[in-house]
């Protein structure tokens, strides 16, 4: 099983800051990662896929980058909208696996 | 509009089982594989099953394998997940999600809590 690492579990900043999330593969996996939104109470939103691909109707300030076991997700100038948690997924080995999540906080 | 509408979840002793239901609108199910993905209170995202497109193909996650069981209706535009012999790790909000680009999910629905406790 692929098991994926997010770090750091909880990151605090302030609308207007630049945020950089972080998803390590314990095994190469090429392109094959996405990045999901949850809010509270809500499902999973798809951001990013194949690593470096938005999903239908994402803003601009959300990009993806990485290759092989080191991923990133950028938001390139927060919104108060954005706060939420984050999680990477695998495709690249069944079982499919998410990451652990990073929770974006507003500082 | 297109969306997903899960059903069936409540209450359930160890033990017990339940079937959970996906109703899908705005698209034609029989042409997307379709998955189930849980989080339990307070955690992270944990893929259950995948059934393919026609229903011909299913994969399961290694902790409910044996016990769930992933079944769709594309004439009713419905998937199903039979879950049996429920432990309290089962307890979770269970979410359909449409598969895309092999295996991505870009469409979720907004879940059923099943709570299995005696």
Not at chain 1, 19 to 26: E, F
Not at chain 2, 36 to 41: D, G, L, N, S, T
Request: charged share 15%; glycine share 10%; aromatic share 12%.
């Amino acid at each position: 099983e692929i098991v994926l690492t997010q770090s750091p579990a909880t990151l605090s900043l302030s609308p207007g800051e630049r945020a950089t999330l972080s998803c390590r593969a314990s095994q190469h996996i090429h392109n094959y990662l996405a990045w999901y939104q949850q809010k509270p109470g809500q499902a999973p939103r798809l951001l990013i896929y194949d690593a470096s691909n938005r999903a239908t109707g994402i803003p601009g300030r959300f990009s993806g980058s990485g290759f092989g076991t080191d991923f990133t997700l950028t938001i390139s100038s927060l919104e108060p909208e954005d706060f939420a948690v984050f999680y990477c997924q695998q495709r690249s080995n069944w079982p499919l696996t998410f990451g652990g999540g990073t929770k974006l906080e507003i500082k | 509009e297109v969306q997903l509408l899960e059903s069936g979840g409540g209450l359930v002793q160890p033990g017990g089982s339940l079937r959970l239901s996906c109703a899908a609108s705005g698209f034609a199910l029989s042409s997307f594989a379709m998955s189930w993905v849980r989080q339990a209170p307070g955690r992270g995202l944990e893929w259950v099953s995948t059934v393919t497109a026609d229903g011909g193909s299913t994969f399961y996650a290694d902790s409910v394998r044996g016990r769930f069981t992933s079944s769709r209706d594309n004439s009713k535009n419905t998937l199903y997940l039979q879950v049996y012999s429920l432990r309290a790790e089962d307890t979770a909000i269970y979410y359909c999600a449409r598969v895309w680009i092999d295996w991505y999910f870009d469409l979720w629905g907004r879940g059923a809590l099943v709570m299995v406790s005696s």
